[in-house]
T-cell receptor, first 117, second 112 residues
Framework: GAVVSQHPSRVICKSGTSVKIECRSL??????MFWYRQFPKQSLMLMAT?????????EQGVEKDKFLINHASLTLSTLTVTSAHPEDSSFYIC?????????????FGQGTRLTVV | SQQGEEDPQALSIQEGENATMNCSYK?????LQWYRQNSGRGLVHLIL?????REKHSGRLRVTLDTSKKSSSLLITASRAADTASYFC????????????FGSGTQLTVLP
C-alpha cells in the first residue's frame, strides 16, 4: 500500500511553455503533499507544501507565480511550471503521507525529469 | 533548506563488504530517516529512528543516532550490487507537519 504515482516521468518542452506535473496518492488520502526539486548529484530541496483546499506554502526563494500548485482533492496535487526556461530543467519529486497516519515516513512519486529546450 | 551534510559523498566497495554512511544535522529533531534513491527514480523509505533511540536494526541495515553530536550513521552489511544507489538522511522536527529536510546524500557503488 501507500503508493504515490507521479506523471509524466519525463517531459521535454520548449522555452516559454508551461508544463503540468501530477502527483497522485493511489491507495490513500493526503491533505498535505510536498514538492521537491533535485539537481543532478544533489539532494532534494523542498519547494512547497501543497495543502488540500487551501493555498500552498512556498519555501523561501521559490516563486509562487512560477511554480503553481493546486491540491484539488485528497488524492491529487499538481505542479505547473509556467513559462519554463532552461534553468527550470530539473528532477521534480512529490511526496505524501497518508491522512490519519501518525507515522512520518513519506511516500514518494517516481519523479519527473523536466528538460526545457 | 538542506539540513546538513553526509559523508562520504561517494563510496565504492566490493560486494560482500560493509558500507557505512554518516549524516550530520543542525537543529533539534523529532525523527531521523534514511531513504534510498536509484538513479532517476523516486525515494524509498528504509528506516526511521526516533530522537530518543540510539540504535535500530532492519535486516542488513543498522542505524545509529547520537543526538549530542547531531549525527547518524547507516551501516549496510554484506553489501550487494543491487544496493548501488544514493542514500539520503532526512530529519523532521516537532510540529513540522512531517516536513522533511534532506542531507546531501551518499552515492554508494557496490562492485560485483
Amino acid at each position: 500500500g501507500a503508493v504515490v504515482s507521479q506523471h509524466p516521468s519525463r517531459v521535454i518542452c520548449k522555452s516559454g511553455t508551461s508544463v503540468k506535473i501530477e502527483c497522485r496518492s493511489l491507495d490513500f488520502q493526503a491533505t498535505t503533499m510536498f514538492w521537491y526539486r533535485q539537481f543532478p548529484k544533489q539532494s532534494l530541496m523542498l519547494m512547497a507544501t501543497s495543502n488540500e483546499g487551501s493555498k500552498a506554502t512556498y519555501e523561501q526563494g521559490v516563486e509562487k507565480d512560477k511554480f503553481l500548485i493546486n491540491h484539488a482533492s485528497l488524492t491529487l496535487s499538481t505542479l505547473t511550471v509556467t513559462s519554463a526556461h532552461p534553468e527550470d530543467s530539473s528532477f521534480y519529486i512529490c511526496s505524501a503521507n497518508p491522512l490519519g497516519s501518525t507515522k512520518t515516513e513519506a511516500f514518494f512519486g517516481q519523479g519527473t525529469r523536466l528538460t526545457v529546450v | 533548506s538542506q539540513q546538513g551534510e553526509e559523508d562520504p559523498q561517494a563510496l565504492s566497495i566490493q560486494e560482500g563488504e560493509n558500507a557505512t554512511m554518516n549524516c550530520s544535522y543542525k537543529t533539534s529533531i523529532n525523527n531521523l530517516q534514511w531513504y534510498r534513491q536509484n538513479s532517476g527514480r523516486g525515494l524509498v523509505h528504509l528506516i526511521l529512528i526516533r530522537s530518543n533511540e540510539r540504535e535500530k536494526h532492519s535486516g542488513r541495515l543498522r542505524v545509529t543516532l547520537d543526538t549530542s553530536k547531531k549525527s547518524s550513521s547507516l551501516l549496510i552489511t554484506a553489501s550487494r550490487a543491487a544496493d548501488t544507489a544514493s542514500y539520503f538522511c532526512a530529519t523532521d522536527a516537532y510540529g513540522s507537519a512531517r516536513q522533511l529536510t534532506f542531507g546531501s546524500g551518499t552515492q554508494l557503488t557496490v562492485l560485483p
